[in-house]
């Protein structure tokens, strides 16, 4: 939902070319990338801490206590691609 709103943003700003020079507009921008950066960073920093979970639940001595807790493995974060995918701002407005 919020990168089809930042697709439709953008296709307004390719739209008024005014806009894309404007100084405030381009650090909302970089904003935009800068939060898209870290919440990439931050989902690898999970995945990877979740693998590491998994991994000693399964080894011993911390396999004991695995299940003496009943703890289950972590999930990964998956998303699909159509997710992860840029958005085509020609589709939204052609």
Same mark, same amino acid.
């Given at each position: 939902m919020m990168r089809s709103?930042?697709?439709?943003?953008?296709a307004v700003?390719?739209?008024y070319p005014e806009l894309?020079?404007?100084?405030?507009?381009m650090q909302l921008q970089n904003r935009i990338s800068q939060l898209e950066n870290a919440i990439a960073d931050r989902r690898e920093l999970y995945n990877e801490a979740a693998n590491?979970?998994?991994?000693?639940?399964?080894?011993? =001595?911390?396999?004991l206590?695995?299940?003496?807790?009943?703890? =289950?493995?972590?999930?990964?974060l998956k998303f699909d691609d159509k997710d992860?995918?840029?958005v085509?701002?020609?589709?939204?407005?052609?």
């Open positions: 709103s930042l697709g439709t943003l953008f700003a390719e739209a894309k020079t404007n100084e405030h507009f590491i979970n998994n991994v000693r639940i399964e080894q011993f =001595p911390d396999l206590i695995a299940r003496m807790g009943n703890f =289950p493995p972590a999930k990964l992860k995918a840029d085509d701002v020609k589709a939204l407005f052609g």
